[in-house]
């Protein structure tokens, strides 16, 4: 028998159990790899033993081999580690965007290889086409679940040996083919947040490796609102777990963070989910990464995404000498975050994209109070 032609990332779950269906109807010869990403911490909250049992589960009853492989120390060095130094920085990090460049289209990718595939699908939310002469990475039809701005930084060899089965479907049309082929995983909640996390308190786990460092909560006047914990534990835009209630000299309305300094050890906040103080026109990046290879130009025009489901904002990128970028936005933004990624977008193509840095934002948008 030959060996397989497409290797499924097969996670456990009702996305990639029915990309693999698809592929397998369409003819294709198939194989499952399931990844162990994270090692056990002992917390009962890693739900990779029920996620692995899912997955044997689906390739069985599709009749498709499966392997396995285990990734958590690359994860480690890879992604989690990269991951506390930039909260230790004060920085509000996104381990999708590495756990992706990392791990799945990487580390996966080569096993794939190994095993003699071709070519590898995941059950992301988007699509792939060629123009050009040059791969491109489109927007999902389902634009709810589209998925691109955490493949963001794939580049044209990860693109030519990838497949996307749903990249044309809504998540409820994934949800009945699963459940008119019987699959296990049809009604299984999706997993969300941070994989590593699962459903424990963020502050407490993030604790077990960067310690709480009490200190004072002040307003961008220096008055001394409360106390946090940590200003790691907090990121630009947040409300709650503030514990500031009501005080005397101010109106009766929501704080949010509008600053981190990490040095002084000191958290900022204002009222009011639009406060000037959380509002930029621009940033500057990191080196990016396109997905042609080299930019459109050192300056065009295009839209841009500071977070996920965010709606595009038209704006105009300048491209550094260095590889950095200045996005100039055409409205004020709230909340881009040091650590986030921006990225941009010319119709459904994504063009790539960078960590933000910086913004203009009046706390510094370093993520750290001047």
């Not at 000299?249 to 204002?270: C, E, I, Q, S």
Request: charged letters at 25%; glycine letters at 12%.
């Amino acid at each position: 028998m030959a060996g397989p032609g497409i290797i499924v990332g097969v996670s456990g779950g009702v996305d990639s159990s029915v990309s693999a269906l698809l592929l397998r109807d369409a003819g294709e010869q198939v194989a499952g790899l399931f990844m162990d990403n994270w090692a056990d911490d002992g917390s009962g909250e890693c739900r990779a033993d029920e996620d692995r049992r899912d997955a044997v589960a689906v390739c069985g009853l599709l009749g498709i081999p499966v392997h396995f492989r285990d990734f958590s120390r690359e994860y480690w060095d890879g992604v989690f580690e990269h991951f506390l130094a930039e909260y230790a920085a004060g920085r509000t990090p996104n381990p999708d965007v590495l756990c992706n460049r990392e791990i799945k289209f990487k580390h996966f990718l080569d096993a794939a290889l190994e095993l003699g595939a071709g070519r590898i699908a995941t059950g992301h939310y988007a699509r792939i086409d060629r123009a050009d002469g040059r791969w491109r990475l489109l927007r999902a039809a389902d634009r709810r679940k589209d998925q691109s701005y955490f493949l963001h930084q794939l580049g044209q060899s990860q693109l030519s040996a990838t497949v996307f089965p749903l990249g044309g479907l809504r998540k409820d049309e994934v949800r009945a083919i699963a459940a008119d082929a019987g699959l296990p995983t049809a009604a299984k909640k999706d997993s969300t947040g941070i994989c590593f996390v699962g459903e424990r308190d963020f502050r407490e786990f993030l604790g077990q490796y960067l310690p709480a460092r009490p200190g004072e909560i002040r307003t961008p006047d220096g008055e001394v609102v409360g106390e946090h914990a940590g200003v790691f534990y907090y990121t630009l835009g947040q409300r709650e777990g503030l514990r500031i209630g009501g005080r005397r000299g101010f109106a009766d309305r929501p704080w949010y963070v509008v600053g981190k300094d990490v040095a002084g050890n000191v958290l900022t906040v204002d009222q009011g989910h639009d406060s000037p103080h959380l509002m930029a026109d621009t940033l500057w990046s990191g080196t990016a990464h396109w997905i042609a290879g080299s930019p459109p130009a050192t300056r065009f025009t295009c839209g841009a995404q500071t977070r996920y489901r965010q709606p595009e904002e038209p704006c105009e990128v300048t491209v550094e000498d260095s590889g950095t970028l200045r996005v100039a936005f055409q409205r004020p933004q709230r909340a881009v975050t040091p650590g986030q990624s921006v990225v941009l977008y010319r119709g459904e193509a994504c063009l790539g994209g960078a960590v933000i840095e910086a913004t203009d934002a009046p706390a510094g948008g370093t993520g750290a109070a001047a």
